[in-house]
């Protein structure tokens, strides 16, 4: 399966501080994507960053992409409440394939 | 723009019962992309559609379940009979299919319950 897998499943912080989340994968892709969940809603684009591409970065937010390696990561600085969210990647072969996401609590 | 639009946004129904889906794209996409998100499965992609047409269904469960897509604003998803286990929410998405830039974008979902 290509599904990405991010890492890790859950993760708590103090508002201000940054979270970083990170996703495997493991076929080649044509981009990888990012996208936030918030409770009971659907889920919310958030950044494109293509294979030729090491960095992308989108306000608070800072993606890397090593396909070497066929991971990313996701930075969100200076947190807020709301962030608090799940996060998702998401890869881009011939479909799109969603990863486990990682649950986000940004407590004030 | 409204975005994607579904309905109904709840539903419960007993097993055996058959249950639709409805799903509005956004206008002037041409793909569309039915999910379903359960804790112990994540989320999965039952079929989508470029332009109407059906691409890929392997994500569809069984028999039970089936998709149609009978013009460029309206999708329905079909689960016939509906058991316990297809309890889930369900999500529709719609994209410009463009490799380069194929930003997905979700309707709230349909929170099935099946009792």
């Known amino acids: 399966s290509q599904q990405g897998e991010e890492d890790p499943q859950a993760l708590s912080i103090q508002e201000g501080e940054n979270a970083t989340m990170n996703c495997s994968y493991k076929?080649?892709?044509?981009?990888l994507q990012w996208y936030r969940q918030n409770s009971g809603r659907g889920l919310v684009h958030l950044i494109l960053i293509r294979s030729n591409e090491r960095e992308k970065h989108s306000g608070r937010l800072r993606v890397t992409l090593d396909t070497s390696k066929k991971s990313s990561s996701l930075l969100i600085t200076a947190s807020r409440a709301a962030d608090t969210a799940s996060y998702f990647c998401?890869?881009?072969?011939?479909?799109?394939?969603f990863g486990t996401g990682t649950r986000l609590t940004v407590i004030p | 723009d409204a975005g994607v639009i579904q309905s109904p946004r709840h539903e419960v129904t007993e097993m055996g019962q058959e249950v639709t889906l409805r799903c509005k794209p956004i206008?002037?996409?041409?793909?569309l992309f039915w999910y379903r998100q359960t804790m112990m499965r994540g989320l999965e992609l039952l079929i989508y559609?470029?332009?109407?047409?059906?691409?890929?269904d392997s994500g569809m469960p069984e028999d039970r379940f089936s998709a149609k897509m009978p013009n460029a604003s309206f999708s329905t998803l079909k689960i016939q009979p509906s058991e316990p286990r297809d309890s889930a929410v369900y999500f529709c998405a719609s994209s410009l299919w463009d490799r380069a830039t194929d930003t997905q974008y979700f309707g709230p979902g349909t929170r099935l319950t099946v009792l």
């Open positions: 559609f470029n332009n109407n047409v059906p691409i890929d």
């Open positions: 998401a890869t881009r072969a011939n479909n799109l394939f």
């Open positions: 076929t080649s892709i044509n981009n």
């Open positions: 206008s002037g996409h041409n793909s």
